[in-house]
């Protein structure tokens, strides 16, 4: 029952996105975006742009967001920006970050919206997928346009949506995502005479699952890598707490193939671990982990396309020649890039969400822990925990919560002192 459900919500998500009005072509004359791998806009150009400091503004573009079967209403424009960031070993690198800025935008705010996109592959990132006409491969974008940023649009909040595993689609990844994300954020406040938006603005985070992680792992880097940035808060939900311990709950589930993801995205930042997998990996099963590489984590309108789809109820420790030896070598490397709360804590309030039996993000023990953690700290956290409730089913239960908690930070309320909330289905107290 419990994969049953999980299959029935994403069909929900699916209608979602789909609104009740008959779906429209392409205006003529408009052409599709190229996807990233193929787009000169994600590329710098040649010159001095290693040099420049991060979150420097490298390219900047109008583009249309949505697609025929989502035209988001009351949003005045989009804009991206190539910027510079750092990639996990500490040198230059660049990715692209999208806002979305409504009608009567208040502009001394705006949300980094973090999308989980779970893909090593660049051309899945949002940047593309929430371009008009963009290749529905990329469509977790779409998802999370329709249910979760249409509700701060229509409240004039302006959005940041930064392609955070940055241009090596680093997977899983920790401080890349960090780093691309506090230099999203360096960006957008240099980009007044593009976007309008306030240099001074008002900067709270949103994410889920590897969404969260990002907005996470940014509060664990911000007063070292970018401490004039200032976080006023953040609402993250379905945190993995430790991706060693995911590696090994999803095998043979629904959700096994984010493993081969995982092993993707490390592989693309860290050659030897690539090269441990090569060693490892019994010839017969590279095509699957190949899919992970060239296919986005799933097509919300095509059901043969994903590598989650096609990789579903796979071991992925049979795939090598030492089973799960490929978790117990490389360990100091997970624990250092996949393992929360080793790098500093979020110093800003917190709106946290999560469930119990949430069968991906594993370990409820650590993940109360960590809460835990950042309390004795002093840092303010309002935490529900919804009872009984799996990976993708426990967004709807926190998203009122995190969208009242942002107004609040917005108005000038923050939470000051910690709270836990256990939300049981009727008739479970």
Not at 34 to 44: C, G, M
Not at 86 to 114: E, M
Not at 418 to 426: A, G, L, P, S, V
Request: hydrophobic letters at 40%.
């Amino acid at each position: 029952m419990p994969i049953v459900g999980h299959l029935l919500y994403l069909i929900a998500l699916l209608w979602a996105v789909t609104p009740l009005t008959e779906a429209i072509s392409l205006p003529r004359g408009y052409n599709k975006p190229l996807a990233p791998n193929s787009d000169p806009f994600y590329t710098p150009d040649a010159g001095s742009w290693r040099s420049q400091p991060p979150g420097s503004i490298l390219k900047s573009r109008q583009v249309t967001i949505g697609s025929a079967l989502l035209i988001p209403k009351g949003l005045a424009a989009g804009y991206q920006l190539l910027y510079r960031t750092t990639n996990a070993h500490g040198l230059p690198n660049y990715a692209v970050t999208t806002i979305l800025i409504p009608f009567g935008a208040k502009l001394d705010r705006f949300i980094s919206y973090h999308i989980g996109y779970d893909s090593a592959n660049n051309d899945c990132g949002p940047s593309y997928g929430l371009q008009f006409g963009a290749s529905t491969n990329a469509s977790e974008a779409l998802i999370e346009l329709k249910i979760g940023m249409l509700p701060y649009l229509e409240k004039k909040i302006p959005l940041v949506v930064p392609d955070y595993l940055q241009v090596d689609a680093a997977f899983t990844v920790g401080p890349t995502t960090a780093y691309g994300v506090l230099d999203s954020m360096r960006a957008v406040l240099r980009s007044t005479h593009i976007t309008g938006l306030s240099e001074n603005a008002t900067i709270t985070m949103h994410g889920y699952s590897q969404g969260a992680l990002a907005a996470e792992w940014a509060g664990e880097y911000r007063s070292t890598y970018a401490p004039e940035v200032h976080i006023a808060g953040a609402a993250i939900g379905g945190m993995p707490y430790n991706i060693s311990e995911v590696f090994m709950a999803v095998e043979k589930t629904l959700s096994s193939g984010l493993a081969a993801g995982c092993l993707v995205g490390v592989g693309n930042v860290y050659p030897h671990f690539k090269a441990y997998v090569d060693e490892h990996l019994i010839p017969k099963y590279r095509p699957f982990l190949e899919l992970a590489r060239k296919e986005c984590v799933a097509d919300f309108y095509k059901i043969v396309y994903g590598y989650t789809v096609q990789l579903a109820f796979r071991n992925i420790s049979d795939w090598f020649d030492n089973g799960r030896g490929y978790i117990s070598d490389n360990l100091d490397l997970f624990n250092e890039i996949g393992v929360l709360g080793r790098h500093g804590m979020p110093d800003f309030p917190l709106y946290v969400w999560k469930g119990t039996d949430d069968e991906v993000a594993v370990g409820i023990e650590e993940h109360d822990a960590l809460v835990q953690t950042w309390c004795d700290a002093g840092i303010p956290v309002r935490y529900l925990r919804v009872h009984k409730t799996l990976h993708t089913p426990t967004i709807p239960p926190g998203l009122p919560g995190a969208r009242a908690f942002m107004m609040d930070i917005f108005e000038g309320n923050p939470p000051t002192e910690c709270t836990t909330e256990d939300k049981f289905e009727i008739g479970e107290e």
